[in-house]
């Protein structure tokens, strides 16, 4: 079944990355910021996204180039992940890249974050750099926040999630679901995701 095939994928890649690809660490929302920490990164295939995630309640959401702060069909996506005050141990999640000449785009799906400029890169172009990004970003009206499910299967050929390690407290285990996509073959997934409990107020 396609779903045993995924999980089997997702192993092997993310032994692969183990072992060949950099680790970027990216923070979230520093200092009660509403910034990704660096806003952009420049790596290559195999190489491992780590966003940490240090204040209030932000996601890292895959969106399009053109329209910063919509998610993208089939994109990647932390979900929400709060971070109660006082907290030293930080929800991390991670993504791995499979394809370092096609740049993607991510937001954060808590409004109105995005619209103030909480945008991040990984590979931007001379074409499409970060700036130009960041600049429709900010022209972009407010959203409502995204009623967003965590979303870590690799629903494109480009990125392969690897699972989150939460903080150890006020966490639970929810299994999103494996939906293949068109392209799901040449990537990879991972089923299971670590979601911040509504109730972990
Ligand atoms: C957060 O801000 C404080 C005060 O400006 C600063 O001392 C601290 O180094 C900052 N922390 C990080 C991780 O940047
Ligand atoms: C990588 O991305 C580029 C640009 O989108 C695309 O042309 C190329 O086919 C992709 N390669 C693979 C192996 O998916
Ligand atoms: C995080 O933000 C989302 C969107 O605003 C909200 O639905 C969710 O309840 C928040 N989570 C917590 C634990 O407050
Ligand atoms: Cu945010």
Redesign the pocket.
């Known amino acids: 079944m396609r779903f045993s095939t995924s999980i089997v994928a997702a192993f092997l890649m993310t032994g692969v990355s183990t072992v060949l690809g950099a680790t970027f660490t990216v923070t979230v929302g520093n200092n009660a910021s509403l910034l990704y920490e660096p806003s952009s990164v420049t790596a290559k295939a195999g190489d491992v996204i780590e966003f940490e995630f240090t204040s209030k309640n932000h996601t890292v959401t895959q969106s399009t180039f053109d329209k910063p702060c919509v998610a993208k069909a089939d994109g990647v996506n932390s979900g929400f992940q709060l971070v109660p005050a006082g907290t030293t141990i930080f929800p991390k999640w991670s993504i791995t890249v499979?394809?370092d000449?096609?740049p993607l785009w991510f937001f954060c799906a808590q409004a109105p974050h995005c619209s103030k400029g909480m945008v991040f890169a990984i590979n931007p172009t001379a074409e499409k750099t970060f700036d130009m990004f960041h600049t429709t970003a900010l022209a972009s009206a407010p959203a409502a926040a995204l009623p967003l499910a965590p979303r870590t299967e690799a629903l494109l050929?480009?990125l392969a999630p690897r699972p989150p390690r939460a903080q150890p407290t006020a966490t639970t285990s929810a299994a999103a679901g494996t939906t293949p996509a068109a392209n799901a073959g040449?990537s990879t997934a991972e089923s299971q995701v670590e979601a911040r409990e509504a109730t972990a107020l």
Do not use: E, P, Y
Request: cysteine-free.
């Open positions: 499979q394809n000449t096609a050929a480009h040449a």
